[in-house]
């Protein structure tokens, strides 16, 4: 009989596989080991959690090598077959080690060597205990009230906590444990009881009621609901087209047929409100997955949904990973949002899995958003996924008029032009609340010697330094670096500084001697050092008239502030002339949910954009014709340069604190791209090679930075070659005090 192999992902950043002997004694067991199981294994010195991933007789090195496991820690695994496809699929499409995709998306309590994490320490009763005749213990109240509690206990079971809380104290519990009648066990947490469900369902028993819906909205409950299996769709409708109704009615149909449901949304997007929206609808529990559960909780909420109980899960990008027993539907809201693309370690976009993943479970898949990227556009012109307009919003409100002030020759009061303040106070006069957006934080963005044309800049970045207010410093954006204010010119010593340029605190000040009677709320990075202090602060504008709000991009997603009648955005013109190939996209989409903030049925909004290229054939046809319109343009624009998705992009980044390093280091890698290319199945005129070149900002928090970008016409081709292409760079390159990583899709090409 051959040695039995054991195939594990450990939590590693290498790509080889970790290959482990099953002992005698487990091999004579006879009981197969399920794929997907976590065991406990040696790794160098100590010992770490993997899972199995394979079992068989071949091993990556020779057999008298390896090491037997230390010991089988579930008898049931963890992951379902779905998951486990999902993660060798997305370990195989990202080039990521499979350890990693796997156990850094698990809770952090199931990568922890013990054994007994699942489980907690509880009082039970003994056979002997719950013998005892109550009434012999009159001369005892205390022992027999204890008992009396213990009895009542489901399963005769309950914690030590609970046993205090009941009021009783150690003394009594000693007491009943030395008389044999109560025992201590370690038991499996009772899974049932979430802090993390309840907690919301108690609070709102009262369920609200479905609305009725209007024509578009029916069509797309009803495509959907009828879907046999996996399907892609696309639910395209403008800020208060009552997609969040729609999607509530989905999830309602999919929890009477008795599946999960799950929601992504972005980062910004997992606001109490949201939560509460979907919590106040239906009366199975609704478990939010955010950043702020404690590993307990995060565990309690990962094991609920594990054990099937029928729930909605809302959650951001790593939700995508929770281990639905049955999952029917995927819902992903804002579906353009840059934070579904992970931007760092395993760099993956959870839109694209959700996809793999709805077809992995063989079930719909819905995208939601009123700017729809260009990605997702062109899957519905193809026709690979469905398209489901909202054009209109629900109800009697309109959408907003947009207006362009041309900035050429025009006088501006910290950036803002007379017809712009001028339309300010008239709107604040009205009783109305008006937002000003600008994208940039802090007081001025650049601090210049005007004596001899010094810039203030970050001595690990290359890039300028933004002066903030309160307390009075300059901040590097890029490396968070922060250096106390200077008041001479590091080149000449002269005093004229001046600060040139506006960030979101400069236009609150000019705008405070303004509207000095008027209430500004300003809402950035800078001012909003808790989620709880937003809220109340959004909760304000919400109710709150005659106002100014002042904000970066937080304010520009999700939220939706009824009083609102004007939206000033002070800059658009950044975005219509950046080198980025994805910067215009960003735009239209940012102008547009903006714009989604302002109006309701009796008030409707107005938009006013700056702009010193008032003639811009996008931004007119953003402003005149419509996003639709618009993303038809640059997906034209696209096809005709050949980016995405017209293309598909690998990256490929080094960096190093000597520059020198870098370049030798992607010109390496370019040899080999190249000479891989030669062979067979590959051609050259697959795939192109761009670079090297630095990143847009060579240097940053100290490092020297370089791009090696692959373009290729073909996607699956691409991913043949990149995993050659990584398996020769790892064996054949001079890595010595370099970092670098290779990203498929990337978002960003710096
Ligand atoms: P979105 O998610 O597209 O921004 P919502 O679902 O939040 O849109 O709907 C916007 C507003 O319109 C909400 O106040 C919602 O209650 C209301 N609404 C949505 N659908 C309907 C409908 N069919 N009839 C009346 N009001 C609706
Ligand atoms: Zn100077
Ligand atoms: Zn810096």
Same mark, same amino acid.
Request: glycine share 6%; aromatic share 6%.
């Given at each position: 009989?051959?040695?039995?192999?054991?195939?594990?992902?450990?939590?590693?950043?290498?790509?080889?596989?970790?290959?482990?002997?099953?002992?005698?004694?487990?091999?004579?067991?006879?009981?197969?080991?399920?794929?997907?199981?976590?065991?406990?294994?040696?790794?160098?010195?100590?010992?770490?959690?993997?899972?199995?991933?394979?079992?068989?007789?071949?091993?990556?090195?020779?057999?008298?090598?390896?090491?037997?496991?230390?010991?089988?820690?579930?008898?049931?695994?963890?992951?379902?077959?779905?998951?486990?496809?999902?993660?060798?699929?997305?370990?195989?499409?990202?080039?990521?080690?499979?350890?990693?995709?796997?156990?850094?998306?698990?809770?952090?309590?199931?990568?922890?060597?013990?054994?007994?994490?699942?489980?907690?320490?509880?009082?039970?009763?003994?056979?002997?205990?719950?013998?005892?005749?109550?009434?012999?213990?009159?001369?005892?109240?205390?022992?027999?009230?204890?008992?009396?509690?213990?009895?009542?206990?489901?399963?005769?079971?309950?914690?030590?906590?609970?046993?205090?809380?009941?009021?009783?104290?150690?003394?009594?519990?000693?007491?009943?444990?030395?008389?044999?009648?109560?025992?201590?066990?370690?038991?499996?947490?009772?899974?049932?009881?979430?802090?993390?469900?309840?907690?919301?369902?108690?609070?709102?028993?009262?369920?609200?009621?479905?609305?009725?819906?209007?024509?578009?909205?029916?069509?797309?409950?009803?495509?959907?609901?009828?879907?046999?299996?996996?399907?892609?769709?696309?639910?395209?409708?403008?800020?208060?087209?009552?997609?969040?109704?729609?999607?509530?009615?989905?999830?309602?149909?999919?929890?009477?047929?008795?599946?999960?449901?799950?929601?992504?949304?972005?980062?910004?997007?997992?606001?109490?409100?949201?939560?509460?929206?979907?919590?106040?609808?239906?009366?199975?529990?609704?478990?939010?997955?955010?950043?702020?559960?404690?590993?307990?909780?995060?565990?309690?909420?990962?094991?609920?949904?594990?054990?099937?109980?029928?729930?909605?899960?809302?959650?951001?990008?790593?939700?995508?990973?929770?281990?639905?027993?049955?999952?029917?539907?995927?819902?992903?809201?804002?579906?353009?949002?840059?934070?579904?693309?992970?931007?760092?370690?395993?760099?993956?976009?959870?839109?694209?899995?959700?996809?793999?993943?709805?077809?992995?479970?063989?079930?719909?898949?819905?995208?939601?958003?009123?700017?729809?990227?260009?990605?997702?556009?062109?899957?519905?012109?193809?026709?690979?996924?469905?398209?489901?307009?909202?054009?209109?919003?629900?109800?009697?409100?309109?959408?907003?008029?947009?207006?362009?002030?041309?900035?050429?020759?025009?006088?501006?009061?910290?950036?803002?032009?007379?017809?712009?303040?001028?339309?300010?106070?008239?709107?604040?006069?009205?009783?109305?609340?008006?937002?000003?957006?600008?994208?940039?934080?802090?007081?001025?963005?650049?601090?210049?010697?005007?004596?001899?044309?010094?810039?203030?800049?970050?001595?690990?970045?290359?890039?300028?330094?933004?002066?903030?207010?309160?307390?009075?410093?300059?901040?590097?954006?890029?490396?968070?670096?922060?250096?106390?204010?200077?008041?001479?010119?590091?080149?000449?010593?002269?005093?004229?500084?001046?600060?040139?340029?506006?960030?979101?605190?400069?236009?609150?000040?000019?705008?405070?001697?303004?509207?000095?009677?008027?209430?500004?709320?300003?809402?950035?990075?800078?001012?909003?050092?808790?989620?709880?202090?937003?809220?109340?602060?959004?909760?304000?504008?919400?109710?709150?008239?005659?106002?100014?709000?002042?904000?970066?991009?937080?304010?520009?997603?999700?939220?939706?502030?009824?009083?609102?009648?004007?939206?000033?955005?002070?800059?658009?013109?950044?975005?219509?002339?950046?080198?980025?190939?994805?910067?215009?996209?960003?735009?239209?989409?940012?102008?547009?949910?903006?714009?989604?903030?302002?109006?309701? !049925?009796?008030?409707?909004?107005?938009?006013?954009?700056?702009?010193?290229?008032?003639?811009?054939?996008?931004?007119?046809?953003?402003?005149?014709?419509?996003?639709?319109?618009?993303?038809?343009?640059?997906?034209?624009?696209?096809?005709?340069?050949?980016?995405?998705?017209?293309?598909?992009?690998?990256?490929?980044?080094?960096?190093?604190?000597?520059?020198?390093?870098?370049?030798?280091?992607? !010109?390496?890698?370019?040899?080999?791209?190249?000479?891989?290319?030669?062979?067979?199945?590959?051609?050259?005129? !697959?795939?192109?090679?761009?670079?090297?070149?630095?990143?847009? !900002?060579?240097?940053?928090?100290?490092?020297?930075?370089?791009?090696?970008?692959?373009?290729?016409?073909?996607?699956?081709?691409?991913?043949?070659?990149?995993?050659?292409?990584?398996?020769?760079?790892?064996?054949?390159?001079?890595?010595?005090?370099?970092?670098?990583?290779?990203?498929?899709?990337?978002?960003?090409?710096?």
């Amino acid at each position: 009989m051959p040695q039995t192999i054991l195939h594990v992902a450990v939590f590693k950043p290498l790509r080889h596989c970790f290959d482990y002997l099953l002992p005698e004694d487990e091999s004579a067991n006879n009981q197969p080991l399920k794929l997907g199981i976590r065991l406990l294994v040696p790794f160098g010195k100590s010992q770490v959690v993997g899972i199995l991933l394979k079992v068989n007789h071949t091993a990556c090195i020779s057999v008298s090598k390896l090491k037997p496991i230390t010991a089988i820690l579930d008898k049931e695994p963890l992951l379902s077959p779905n998951l486990l496809s999902l993660y060798h699929w997305a370990s195989r499409y990202y080039q990521h080690p499979i350890g990693e995709v796997m156990l850094g998306t698990l809770p952090i309590l199931l990568r922890q060597p013990s054994p007994t994490i699942l489980k907690q320490r509880v009082y039970t009763l003994t056979p002997e205990g719950k013998a005892i005749d109550i009434a012999s213990l009159k001369r005892s109240p205390r022992q027999a009230r204890l008992l009396v509690f213990l009895a009542a206990q489901s399963g005769n079971v309950t914690t030590a906590a609970d046993i205090k809380q009941a009021g009783f104290d150690s003394n009594v519990i000693q007491n009943l444990l030395k008389k044999g009648w109560m025992v201590q066990v370690k038991k499996a947490i009772n899974h049932s009881s979430s802090a993390v469900a309840q907690s919301l369902s108690i609070a709102h028993r009262t369920i609200e009621l479905p609305l009725l819906l209007n024509a578009d909205q029916k069509i797309a409950v009803e495509k959907i609901t009828q879907a046999v299996g996996f399907q892609t769709f696309l639910l395209e409708g403008v800020t208060g087209s009552g997609k969040t109704e729609v999607y509530l009615q989905i999830i309602d149909c999919c929890l009477q047929q008795g599946k999960q449901a799950l929601v992504l949304v972005p980062e910004i997007g997992l606001t109490p409100q949201t939560i509460l929206r979907f919590v106040k609808r239906f009366s199975s529990p609704v478990i939010a997955l955010h950043s702020k559960l404690s590993n307990k909780e995060r565990l309690q909420a990962w094991m609920q949904i594990q054990q099937g109980e029928l729930c909605t899960v809302i959650g951001t990008r790593s939700a995508l990973f929770a281990p639905f027993a049955q999952l029917g539907i995927i819902i992903l809201d804002e579906e353009h949002d840059p934070s579904f693309k992970q931007q760092s370690g395993f760099r993956y976009s959870a839109r694209d899995l959700a996809i793999v993943r709805g077809q992995l479970e063989n079930i719909p898949v819905l995208l939601g958003s009123a700017t729809p990227s260009l990605e997702t556009l062109h899957n519905v012109n193809t026709g690979r996924f469905l398209h489901l307009p909202l054009p209109k919003r629900a109800g009697s409100a309109i959408m907003p008029t947009f207006h362009l002030i041309d900035l050429r020759r025009k006088k501006l009061t910290h950036g803002l032009s007379h017809e712009l303040l001028t339309i300010m106070e008239q709107h604040l006069q009205a009783g109305n609340q008006a937002l000003l957006f600008l994208n940039r934080r802090g007081y001025a963005p650049v601090l210049l010697c005007q004596a001899c044309g010094w810039v203030a800049q970050c001595t690990r970045c290359d890039a300028k330094l933004t002066l903030h207010q309160k307390p009075m410093r300059l901040i590097c954006h890029h490396c968070t670096k922060e250096y106390p204010v200077i008041q001479a010119c590091h080149l000449c010593q002269s005093k004229e500084l001046v600060y040139i340029g506006l960030g979101t605190q400069r236009i609150e000040e000019s705008l405070r001697e303004r509207f000095p009677d008027t209430d500004i709320v300003r809402i950035d990075r800078d001012t909003s050092p808790s989620k709880h202090a937003i809220e109340k602060t959004l909760d304000n504008i919400r109710y709150g008239h005659k106002q100014i709000l002042i904000g970066t991009q937080m304010l520009a997603k999700g939220h939706h502030f009824p009083n609102v009648t004007l939206v000033g955005i002070v800059n658009v013109d950044s975005g219509l002339y950046s080198t980025d190939f994805r910067a215009t996209e960003r735009m239209g989409q940012l102008i547009q949910q903006v714009a989604g903030r302002a109006g309701r !049925m009796d008030k409707p909004g107005h938009v006013f954009l700056q702009t010193h290229q008032p003639a811009h054939p996008l931004l007119q046809t953003l402003i005149h014709q419509g996003y639709p319109a618009f993303a038809e343009k640059l997906l034209q624009e696209r096809k005709s340069s050949q980016w995405p998705p017209f293309s598909y992009l690998g990256l490929l980044r080094a960096e190093a604190t000597k520059s020198d390093r870098v370049l030798d280091f992607l !010109m390496q890698a370019k040899k080999i791209a190249g000479s891989l290319l030669q062979k067979s199945p590959f051609k050259k005129s !697959m795939l192109t090679i761009l670079g090297p070149i630095s990143a847009p !900002m060579e240097r940053k928090a100290g490092y020297f930075r370089g791009l090696l970008l692959f373009q290729a016409k073909e996607r699956a081709m691409l991913q043949k070659w990149l995993t050659q292409f990584l398996t020769e760079v790892e064996s054949n390159t001079t890595k010595s005090k370099i970092r670098w990583s290779l990203e498929v899709d990337p978002l960003e090409l710096g």
